[in-house]
């Protein structure tokens, strides 16, 4: 697979999945829109990373947490050329349960997970030259599809993502194509050791790696073009559960 010359803008790239995603896609030669938020140093690293690797990436800094912000986001991007494709991976998530959900946590939520990647999206479209083509990846979340009672306004954002997903594949076709991947247990919280009882109920009995992440990101940047609108589940069958 090859996204050389192509520009592609990820958003919440600093640290984690998203310093991943923003390295995988410029090892396939893409250059990098690599946003950030507060995590300035991580991001300059990142960016580091791939500077390191021969490729190229543009820092941008924007608190999608306003989404007038967010919409405004191709205005301060400083390269000249088109932005081939977007990968939404900025997002948050906060272990609420119902008696802990307030109206300002619960529109954080929806601002960044929700909001945001769809006024992003919408500019993305209307920049978007006569006749060019282009791509979107949701980073979704195995609970978007089987909401449950942890992470509530988190879960029900990514819920809504996942049928942004759908949506925004109709309103774009045929120039953009819109999927996502809705993930499971691949990284641990940086603060803990991995706990195996997470993934006793994956039927596939392990984590995640970060190489089959890169193979999902890159098949729906550079792979088939007759694919939109569907949410691939890298959860090893989580959801079925």
Known sequence: ??????????????VRLGRHIAITLAKAGAEIILHY???S???????EQINALGGTAYLIQVDLSDPNKAGD????????????GVVHNAAIFEPLKLPDVTPENWQRHMDINLAAPFFISQAFFKKLKPNAQGRIAMMLDWRALRPGVDHLPYTISKAGLAALTKTLALSMAPRVTVNGIALGAILPPTDNSPDDKLIQSVPLKRWANLDELSQAILFLMDGPEYITGEVIHLDGGRHLI
Do not use: C, H, W
């Open 73 to 84: 986001i191709f205005n301060q991007i400083k390269t000249e050329k088109p932005v081939y």
């Open 37 to 39: 938020n507060s995590s």
């Open 1 to 14: 697979m090859s996204l050389q010359g192509k520009t592609i803008l990820v958003t919440g790239a600093g």
């Open 41 to 47: 140093r991580d991001a300059e690293e990142t960016a």
